[in-house]
């Protein structure tokens, strides 16, 4: 199985700032890796797919990046309904791995 | 628009069993590979199962391998998960997700919610 690992844990930033999530797997996925948003209470919505192609509807803000291993999702401006649980997913091989979360969250 | 609406979540004694169901519209369903993904209380997203678009393929998560069986309904776009000797580590609340076509999710339902007491 691969271990998606998520830091950091909690990202504490204020409106207008740039959040860098990153997304490290314990065996290179290759570019089958997926990025979705959770906020309290609602399922996860999907923001980017194969690394880097952003879901339908995504804002130009959200971008990520990588290969292999190590990957990075970016909020370059950080809007107030940004603040949430971000997962990263593999499917490079099943079973298919959810990360354990970012939350980030207003400081 | 993709809705999903899952049924059937509750509380159940550990050992006993539960079926959960997952009805769709606004989708060809009988093209979609579908997932159940979970999430326990306060804790992230676990994916427990895939069903591809014609039933021919499944893959389970360890944790659920030999205790849970997906199956789906195309005549009536229809997905269930039929849960036997549940665990209270079961408990989670239970997403139906449809695949992108690259074992992606593009569209959740809103979950169900299953409790296991012990």
């Known amino acids: 199985e691969i271990v998606l690992t998520q830091s950091p844990a909690t990202l504490s930033l204020s409106p207008g700032e740039r959040a860098t999530l990153s997304c490290r797997a314990s065996?290179?996925?290759?570019?089958?890796l997926a990025w979705y948003q959770q906020k309290p209470g609602q399922a996860p919505r999907p923001l980017i797919y194969?690394?880097?192609s952003r879901a339908t509807g995504i804002p130009a803000r959200f971008s990520g990046s990588g290969s292999g291993t190590d990957f990075t999702l970016t909020i370059s401006s950080l809007e107030p309904e940004d603040f949430a649980i971000y997962y990263c997913?593999?499917?490079?091989?099943?079973?298919?791995?959810f990360g354990g979360g970012t939350k980030v969250e207003i400081k | 628009q993709v809705h999903l609406v899952e049924s059937g979540g509750g509380v159940v004694q550990a050992g006993r069993s539960l079926r959960l169901s997952c009805a769709a519209s606004?989708?060809?369903?009988?093209?979609?590979?579908m997932h159940w993904v979970r999430q326990a209380p306060g804790r992230g997203l676990e994916w427990v199962v895939f069903?591809?678009?014609?039933?021919?393929?499944?893959y389970y998560a360890d944790s659920v391998k030999g205790r849970f069986t997906i199956s789906r309904d195309n005549s009536k776009n229809t997905l269930s998960l039929q849960m036997d000797s549940l665990r209270a580590e079961d408990t989670a609340l239970y997403y139906c997700?449809?695949?992108?076509?690259?074992?992606?999710?593009?569209?959740w339902g809103q979950g169900t919610l299953v409790t296991v007491s012990s």
């Open positions: 065996q290179s996925v290759g570019s089958y």
């Open positions: 069903i591809s678009n014609s039933g021919s393929d499944i």
């Open positions: 997700a449809k695949d992108k076509g690259v074992r992606f999710i593009d569209y």
């Open positions: 194969d690394a880097s």
């Open positions: 606004g989708l060809i369903f009988s093209a979609a590979g």
């Open positions: 997913q593999q499917r490079s091989i099943w079973p298919l791995t």
